[in-house]
């Protein structure tokens, strides 16, 4: 048995319990009980007192790339499988130490985050539980070749139906595919379409066949809607939207945005290390990526968090830089923010049954931070404790 004792806890993210403090009881990785403060008894060694800290369910990262560090993208396309999984796995106890229990990886070079993420299931190691797709499926499109592996290519609705099979045959938790050009993509252009929508109708009728669900790389306000029409439950990044998007978005119910600001921003501020046409690309998107997020604010619409971790060096367990963005940018409350990251991205992947609030019968996700992060954003870098599946990760 673990209680942590008198802690603060968030009530947005705490169900069925009112006060502001309490006790947190958990056994066999499950939260059994909520107390008032200071009135469970237990053993000295069972007891961690969170006086003075926030605790708040593990925050779910719904957007990254495990096998990508940022660096030298032609050098790190020529690293050896068994490399690049140890190197996986750092990068996934890097955002465990920082309080990302669940993340979402979209996309890796040669489907190797499968392995990562068994090796976490079974207890072979520790990780944050991490929902992966394998392999991009995209059409081909001028500059694939700069992430090597990474992607699959299709062109017909018939080979898009085979590609969805094949990652499905391989065991993946959800379907990636790119629907707009990529600002990191040599040949691309972030806006414009890049699949027909009989190919995507296609991949998502094979997926919802197969109980995946499916995340399409989205930029452009057409390819929003196109993905909207056809059931896709994850827009990554919708960066671009017209008034069209959001009433679509209201009405659907199925489909949400993942917006991702950390890596325009960072391209933006820090762009001496970064090839040319990242730079480029991101001085044109970043500030429709801001009128896209206070566009989803004003109409309500339910939006999820993720950074694109991967995407520049430093930014795998970097999440501050990605909460920063959306408090000083775009104009989201840190509650707002938190909640986003929690009980939002549980309910948008399909998993607030297990995760996303503090709740008795849910996993022992959790993380505490020294001060109160609903209120001051910074909190979040003074991580004070990490429990995953009811096991202590950091203290």
């Known amino acids: 048995m673990l209680v942590l004792r008198n802690a603060r806890l968030i009530q947005e993210l705490t169900e069925g319990y009112e006060d502001r403090y309490g006790d947190v009881v958990v056994d066999k ?91 976490i299931r079974e207890g072979r190691v520790m990780g944050p539980d991490v929902l992966v797709s394998g392999k991009i499926l995209t059409p081909t499109e001028a500059g694939n070749e700069f992430f090597g592996d990474m992607y699959e290519e299709a062109d017909s609705p018939l080979e898009y139906v085979k590609a969805v099979r094949r990652q499905y045959q391989m065991g993946v938790d959800w379907i990636k595919i790119m629907g707009t050009g990529a600002v990191m993509n040599p040949g691309g252009t972030p806006g414009n379409a890049i699949i027909f929508e009989e190919e995507l109708a296609a991949a998502c009728r094979t997926a919802e066949y197969a109980g995946l669900p499916v995340a399409v790389h989205c930029h452009g306000s057409e390819g929003v809607k196109m993905c909207i029409r056809n059931g896709v439950r994850t827009v990554e990044h919708s960066s671009i939207v017209d008034d069209e998007c959001i009433r679509m978005y209201k009405e659907s119910g199925k489909s949400f945005p993942i917006p991702t600001m950390s890596p325009m921003t960072n391209f933006v501020e820090f762009p001496d290390d970064k090839p040319e046409h990242y730079v480029r690309k991101a001085k044109t998107l970043l500030g429709k990526i801001v009128d896209g997020l206070h566009a989803y604010k004003e109409a309500g619409i339910k939006i999820g968090w993720g950074t694109d ?64 992060p609903d209120e001051n954003i910074d909190v979040l870098d003074d991580v004070a404790l990490v429990v995953k599946a009811g096991e202590i990760v950091k203290l």
């Open 29 to 119: 990785g499950i939260i059994q009980e909520i107390r008032p403060a200071k009135s469970v008894s237990a053993s000295e060694d069972e007891i961690i007192d969170l006086t003075g800290k926030t605790l708040m369910p593990g925050m779910i990262e719904a957007h990254l790339h495990l096998d990508l560090e940022g660096s030298n993208t032609f050098e790190e396309n020529v690293q050896p499988d068994a490399y690049r999984t140890v190197c996986c796995l750092q990068r996934a106890q890097d955002n465990l130490r920082r309080g990302y229990t669940t993340v979402r990886d979209l996309g890796d070079r040669n489907n190797i985050t499968l392995g990562l993420a068994r090796a």
């Open 309 to 372: 971790a991967g995407v520049y060096v430093g930014s795998h367990g970097n999440g501050i830089y990605e909460f920063r963005a959306r408090v000083n940018m775009a104009g989201f409350t840190p509650l707002e923010c938190l909640i986003q990251a929690t009980k939002n991205n549980a309910e948008i992947l399909m998993i607030d049954d297990q995760v996303g609030t503090i709740a008795c019968g849910k996993r022992a996700n959790l993380a505490a931070f020294s001060g109160n």
